[in-house]
């Protein structure tokens, strides 16, 4: 036998020690059967990753076509195995309709298998789902829940869902505070989005901590990091824009400082019955920051309001442009309507309102009315900032059409009308270059609502129909079809 040296000789003296003594080679077999065991699941753990990889190619065409078919093989095959990341992948597919068919309930139950093992990105792809109302009703609440699931885990995009909402105070008590401790968490991980807020709370410095420099900085760190808003801050030199708003004159809170209003957002009672409600209030809408401490903003507003038997019609112009209407019913002492129904009445909207509540002080003989006007952003698909509307009641016009049809029209409309005191109404229309083409009979009418019948015979165009009462002429335009 060739004699044995050096590493070899250790060798056999250790096998042989293992041979003849039973208790080290039981030892030893069992730490052999321990390292196959943790380089078999590193195996496993590889490959799922590298057909995940695969996957993800196929599914966005990644240096290949798409081809969401085999993403989904490779999913499939992954999820029998339990591998909560091909969970998530696979209910992003239905959550995006890549490949299948979008299906909001079938990607909702892939996160929540995917949440229920620990997966924290599933956590937060349930949140957002939650937050937006994807195939379920909105519930900020429950949003928050999932985001902070996956922040308690360290994924970044908790950190900026469970950030978004308490600086918003969506679903959780409205702290600026604890949200920034958020968005830091997330920032520390390169989040562009957690940059983005932490940038933003520094520039517009809503709770008095402004720091035009520090946003600025975060700003360039989140363009580096790809944050797709971002070069149209630079573009448009946003932070100067908002140093210059931050540095105005403060006196257009006059209204404020003489207690016309507190600076803290008021509670309301809602005590505004439908006659006090009734006619057109104009005055100033306040808009505050989230946490409803601090007026940001203010702008001329005017609300022509119809409450009749629980009901309410409300119409928001600004400059004399009607910017939303506004029908709600009256549940309790507060007025409400969902926003579907918004959004059928305003087609094509940036916002609708969502909720509108109304309290009336009367201060030395005539009533102010406090109106708190929640409006819902429709891309955003949430509340905007907080506002508060201080109006006075303007004296009713003594004529006021209320209804035209119809309009366009072809020979015939009707017109309806309300006037104050009985008087007598003559119809007269003219053309786009101010020459009369209709001159109705003069005929008396009594007080309150009226309607009249004008059949007439024009070209197609547009015209303006006046009814000229004894001191007053009121307007409104019409179309030839």
């Not at 996160?111 to 789902?129: C, E, I």
Request: aromatic fraction near 12%.
């Amino acid at each position: 036998m060739e004699a044995l040296t050096g590493n070899n000789q250790q060798n056999y003296n250790s096998m042989k020690d293992l041979l003849y003594k039973p208790q080290r080679a039981l030892s030893f077999l069992a730490l052999l059967i321990v390292m196959i065991a943790i380089n078999t699941l590193h195996a496993e753990s590889y490959s799922d990753n590298v057909l995940l990889s695969l996957a993800k190619k196929y599914r966005l065409g990644i240096n290949c076509d798409v081809n969401p078919q085999k993403a989904f093989k490779i999913y499939s095959s992954l999820i029998e195995k339990g591998s909560t990341k091909a969970m998530d992948e696979m209910g992003n597919m239905f959550l995006k309709g890549e490949g299948v068919n979008q299906d909001y309930p079938t990607a909702m139950q892939y996160f929540k298998q995917a949440s229920d093992l620990g997966n924290a990105q599933a956590a937060y792809h349930l949140g957002t789902m939650y937050h937006k109302g994807y195939g379920v009703k909105q519930d900020f609440a429950q949003a928050f829940e999932y985001y902070d699931k996956a922040a308690q885990a360290g994924n970044h995009n908790g950190y900026y869902g469970a950030g978004y909402l308490t600086y918003k105070g969506f679903g959780i008590q409205q702290d600026y505070e604890k949200s920034i401790a958020y968005f830091e968490k997330g920032a520390a991980l390169n989040d562009n989005s957690c940059e983005y807020m932490l940038a933003l709370y520094y520039l517009t410095g809503h709770d008095d901590k402004q720091d035009f420099d520090k946003g600025k900085q975060l700003l360039y760190k989140t363009l580096k990091h790809g944050h797709p808003w971002m070069e149209d801050f630079t573009k448009y030199n946003v932070v100067d824009s908002l140093r210059k708003v931050a540095l105005s004159d403060q006196g257009k809170w006059a209204e404020v400082k003489t207690g016309r209003i507190t600076r803290k957002k008021r509670i309301f009672e809602n005590n505004a019955t439908d006659s006090i409600l009734q006619g057109k209030w104009v005055g100033k809408l306040y808009t505050y920051d989230w946490s409803g401490q601090k007026i940001e903003r203010e702008q001329a507003i005017r609300l022509n309001l119809k409450a009749d038997n629980g009901t309410l019609a409300l119409q928001w112009y600004e400059n004399d442009s009607l910017l939303t209407n506004y029908n709600a019913d009256r549940l309790g002492n507060k007025f409400t309507a969902t926003v579907s129904s918004q959004l059928e009445l305003n087609q094509n909207a940036q916002w609708v309102l969502s909720a509108t509540d109304f309290d009336v002080d009367n201060k030395k003989g005539k009533n102010i009315l406090y109106a708190n006007l929640q409006r819902y952003g429709i891309e955003l698909r949430e509340p905007m900032y907080p506002t508060l509307a201080v109006l006075e009641k303007m004296p009713n016009d003594p004529i006021t059409i209320t209804n035209i049809y119809p309009n366009p029209f072809q020979n015939n409309i009707k017109v309806d009308f309300e006037i104050i005191s009985g008087q007598k109404i003559k119809p007269e229309i003219y053309n786009n270059i101010g020459v009369k083409v209709y001159a109705g009979t003069k005929l008396n009418y009594p007080k309150g609502k009226n309607s009249m019948n004008i059949n007439l015979s024009l070209p197609q165009g547009i015209y303006t129909l006046y009814l000229k009462g004894d001191n007053y002429i009121c307007s409104h335009n019409i179309i030839r079809k």
